[in-house]
């Protein structure tokens, strides 16, 4: 998000923060506290008023630098205390300290940035082929990085099985769901079951519990803090773990075979989930109406990014020991389009 300041604060605070931002070289995006994650993530700095560090604490949101604690000459330090549960680097009473806010915002004048990408891969429609393609990407980034993919799809067979372990000993969803901000990224890689330098982190079998969304979140949290590259298998269906997870991510990508109903499906799931967030299009051929990628990006309405082209022996493979990329095959370029767009090392 470049050189932005993200303010969470009453409007009566405004105009003294737009002085200080133009002052210390910042653009200024006011957001909603209960809906901030995804500039939380990624700006510059944050300044923020007691009520707002409330909503921001209560929805689990993790600690992060660059963030400064504002109050009024009368405040009586709530908002420094909730400040430091942040991490919060400094306070200031304005009007009063504006000058050290402009000093201290003027210091923090890179973008924060996570030690590890992420990607999501969504499905437009059912079988479109997303799973298959975060285990590619997965496998892609285990050249450089260490990975974890992570498997939010409770609809799908389980990300465990098309790598072919699993019967690998491991935890599960189950064994961390309920967990927040104790999670540690280290010791989660080396719990989940792992193959070809992939840790994953799937449901148990016949396990239907709902995943809570401040777990979800943790790990995400965690495993990117602790260097590791997230792939995420996310499914199609709405609700706060896929609008979490899609906010936490660098690059967001939607997959769709090339037919008129696979093309209708994806722009419902692209309005119904993405809600308005950025993202690009994968197509998996053929086409037995003849669409182009472009035409169905276009129809979609998504940037085209890449295409599939078939491949008959990948799902025997799936099915004898787990899925395995190929050197020169469509789901191996397709998988090192998606991390070179995201920015995580291939070779």
């Known amino acids: 998000m470049g050189d932005v300041l993200l303010v969470l604060a009453g409007e009566e605070f405004h105009d003294d923060l737009a002085r200080c931002s133009a002052a210390a070289g910042y653009t200024v995006v006011v957001c909603d506290a209960a809906r901030c994650r995804h500039q939380w993530l990624r700006a510059a700095a944050v300044v923020a008023d007691a009520a707002s560090l409330s909503v921001v604490r209560d929805s689990g949101l993790p600690r992060r630098s660059g963030l400064f604690v504002i109050s009024a ?22 009007p009063d300290e504006e000058g ?34 975060a285990a590619g990407v997965a496998l892609v980034a285990a050249r450089t990085s260490p990975v974890l993919l992570l498997d939010v799809d409770q609809a799908g067979a389980g990300a465990d099985l098309l790598l072919g372990i699993e019967a690998e000993s491991g935890l599960r969803w189950p064994d961390v769901n309920g967990e927040t901000g104790a999670i540690g990224g280290a010791a989660l890689r080396t719990a989940v079951p792992r193959t070809r330098g992939v840790g994953v982190l799937c449901g148990a079998r016949d396990d239907a519990s709902a995943l809570r969304p401040e777990t979800v979140l943790a790990v995400v949290d965690a495993s990117r803090g602790a260097g590791d590259v997230v792939v995420a298998d996310v499914g199609r269906e709405p609700g706060p773990v896929a609008a979490g997870v899609l906010d936490s991510v660098d690059l967001t990508v939607v997959v769709t075979a090339a037919t008129v109903p696979a093309v209708a499906a994806s722009r419902r799931t692209v309005a119904r989930l993405l809600d308005g967030r950025d993202a690009v299009l994968v197509v998996r051929g053929p086409s037995p109406s003849g669409l182009r990628p472009e035409q169905v990006a276009g129809a979609v309405g998504l940037p085209l990014l890449g295409h599939l082209r078939p491949d008959g022996g990948l799902a025997a ?12 095959s469509s789901l191996t370029r397709a998988a090192e389009i998606v991390c070179e767009r995201a920015g995580i090392g291939a070779r």
């Open 317 to 328: 493979r799936c099915e004898s020991g787990g899925l395995t990329l190929r050197r020169f």
């Open 73 to 94: 000459p009368d405040d009586d330090g709530v908002a420094w205390r909730s400040g430091l549960v942040l991490g919060a680097d400094g306070g200031f009473v304005l």
């Open 100 to 133: 050290g806010l402009v000093a201290a915002l003027s210091r923090v004048r890179e973008p924060r940035r996570h030690p590890a990408g992420a990607v999501a891969v969504v499905p437009g429609h059912g079988g479109a082929g997303a799973s298959t393609l």
